[in-house]
């Protein structure tokens, strides 16, 4: 089992930045999957990026591809993500989440494939 614990989160103006941190609990972290999914009021919980055990790939929503930036440190079981020039519509709870066995590309998307999820980090974005 892992356990997650996220953070960084806060209260940030259009255009700037912020970086999210998840850190694992367990000897294990190097053999997880990572993902960063978010949920904004009255929506579903919704893909934001991914990235593989090793961090040779990674995956991201066309939504926040060329502003985020998925990154890990296996020796700190830490995942991070790095979001710059922030919009409004960023505004959610941002959760990461692991899993050991996903495969295919597309299965990095899916929420429903991970196992372990942190409480998540609120994000606010003023216009």
């Known amino acids: 089992q892992v356990q997650l614990v996220e953070s960084g989160g806060g209260l940030v103006q259009a255009g700037g930045s912020l970086r999210l941190s998840c850190a694992a609990s367990?000897?294990?972290?190097?053999?997880?999957?990572m993902g960063w999914f978010r949920q904004a009021p009255g929506k579903e919980r919704e893909f934001v990026a991914a990235?593989?055990?090793?961090?040779?790939?990674?995956y991201y929503a066309d939504s926040v591809k060329g502003r985020f930036t998925i990154s890990r440190n296996n020796a700190k079981n830490t995942v991070y993500l790095q979001m710059n020039s922030l919009k409004p519509e960023d505004t959610a709870v941002y959760y990461c989440a692991a899993d050991r066995f996903l495969s295919s590309g597309s299965d990095y998307g899916i929420a429903e494939l991970y196992d372990y999820w942190g409480q998540g980090t609120q994000v606010t974005v003023s216009s």
């Open positions: 367990g000897r294990t972290f190097s053999s997880y999957h």
């Open positions: 990235i593989t055990r090793s961090g040779g790939n990674t």
